[in-house]
């Protein structure tokens, strides 16, 4: 769990992305691993993929000057060695701290955190003992108060000349403490050899592409759905839904249906803006109660067919079935998908005719023929999601360029200029 001795890792730079990817994805969602999340064979302990994770990450906040995300990795491997400590059953747990102990033997380290973590594990191994709770004080490590600055803030230990005596059922606590004073030395002590370089390698500039585009897309857009969203809270930010997902609203309130995919797309997009699962069934119950339109290719009516439904959206939101994390597909692919249903969902830029996009379009701000020729060069193109960034600047009209590559993102970038 420290990575004191690092295996010769013999894996794809492919496999070495998605465990970066699922090790981000565990940092910033909060899953725990006793709820075995689906990526959960990226987060093995000691495994190859395990150390491709954790040493991917490791250099790409060494080197990132996005201080959130810095601080979102180092609090998120805190956080992963807590819960695998926690895990531990006490036979495995001394097998660990064994383990430990050999491994800054044979390197011989002259460090002073990696001598304060030998003293540690050599003492927690000796001192363990069974029943040992989260009130148990039969045993104490003393180490120095700057090796345990949480455990000091917390007053859980007690300070006795600059030393500070840690009761065993903040042991635990200790290693953790220890090991981010580790981690982010060992992050200087990158950043200053890879700046030594003459040129970054290509594998790490891919991965460091990935990783970033990755956090922009997909995980500022999870933070930001801290705050919960009603329907109310909807209506009043309309204005900021993308095309494709006011298509599918405008549908449903219309029709007072919507087809399965649509609806799918839908739902999945309440859900990562931050609005509860109660309140997307609360709207589709209030739609499919009344009298359906047969503009619309969906029959179900909520007196028939309220349990299918429900299922499909508390499914969506990961709380029924497999209960996978579920994301927005991107734009891009959306976009070159086959829509059978495009007067109910899908990306107008791509297909609807242009009497519905220019509808679409036109309900927040005119646009003109002049405009419309431009949205039709760009949506004619081999990118035609350049259509969508186009009009999304119009909206916001901000001096700085806004960029999607999700109808999620588009939201936030909305919201967050003119919402």
């Known amino acids: 769990m420290f990575y004191i001795q690092i295996p010769d890792i013999d894996v794809s730079i ?23 999340p689906p990526y959960v064979k990226y987060l093995k302990n000691s495994t190859l993929l395990d150390y491709a994770g954790f040493l991917c990450l490791r250099t790409h906040a060494s080197l990132t000057d996005n201080t959130t995300l810095k601080e979102m990795i180092i609090e998120g491997e805190c956080r992963l060695i807590k819960e695998r400590l926690h895990l531990l059953k006490p036979n495995f747990l001394r097998k ?48 120095p108060w700057q090796k345990c600055p949480t455990l000091v803030s917390e007053l859980k230990v007690h300070l006795i000349q600059g030393i500070a005596i840690v009761p065993c059922n903040q042991w635990n ?65 309309k204005k900021c839904l993308p095309p494709c997902m006011l298509l599918s609203l405008n549908s449903l ?29 609360l709207l589709f119950k209030q739609e499919y109660s009344k009298l359906g339109s047969l503009e619309s290719t969906c029959t179900h009516t909520w007196e028939n067919h309220n349990q299918q439904i429900e299922y499909n959206v508390k499914h969506t939101y990961g709380m029924m079935g497999s209960k996978k994390m579920y994301q927005m597909t ?24 242009e009497s519905k996009l220019k509808s679409i379009l036109n309900e927040f701000t005119p646009i003109s023929d002049v405009e419309m020729n431009i949205i039709n060069d760009l949506k004619d193109s081999d990118q035609p999601i350049r259509a969508c960034h186009w009009y999304a600047n119009k909206l916001s009209q901000t001096l700085k360029p806004l960029f999607h590559d ?13 919402c």
């Open 14 to 36: 492919l496999d070495i992305e998605d465990s970066a990817l699922a090790r981000l994805i565990h940092f910033s969602t909060y899953t725990t691993l006793s709820d075995k």
């Open 96 to 143: 660990y701290l064994t383990k430990t102990i050999e491994d800054i033997q044979v390197f011989n380290y002259n460090d002073d955190n990696i001598n304060v973590l030998l003293k540690i594990c050599s003492e927690y191994k000796d001192k363990q003992h069974l029943p040992c709770d989260e009130h148990c004080s039969l045993e104490f490590i003393e180490v």
């Open 173 to 237: 606590s200790l290693l953790v403490d220890l090991f981010r004073l580790i981690y982010i030395q060992s992050l200087l002590h990158i950043h200053r050899s890879m700046s030594s370089l003459p040129k970054k390698s290509l594998q790490v500039e891919y991965l460091s592409e990935q990783i970033n585009e990755y956090y922009n897309s997909k995980i500022v857009s999870w933070k930001n759905t801290n705050e919960v969203m009603n329907l109310e809270d909807l209506n009043s930010k």
């Open 253 to 281: 309130f219309k029709n007072h249906r919507l087809a399965h995919d649509p609806r799918y797309r839908l739902t999945l997009f309440l859900k990562e803006i931050g609005v509860p699962m109660n309140q997307t069934l």
């Open 330 to 353: 991107p734009c891009t692919i959306m976009q070159k998908q086959n829509i059978q249903v495009y007067y109910e969902g899908g990306c107008p830029f791509v297909h609807c005719n």
């Open 406 to 418: 999700t109808p999620t993102q588009y939201f936030f970038n909305l919201k967050n200029n003119i």
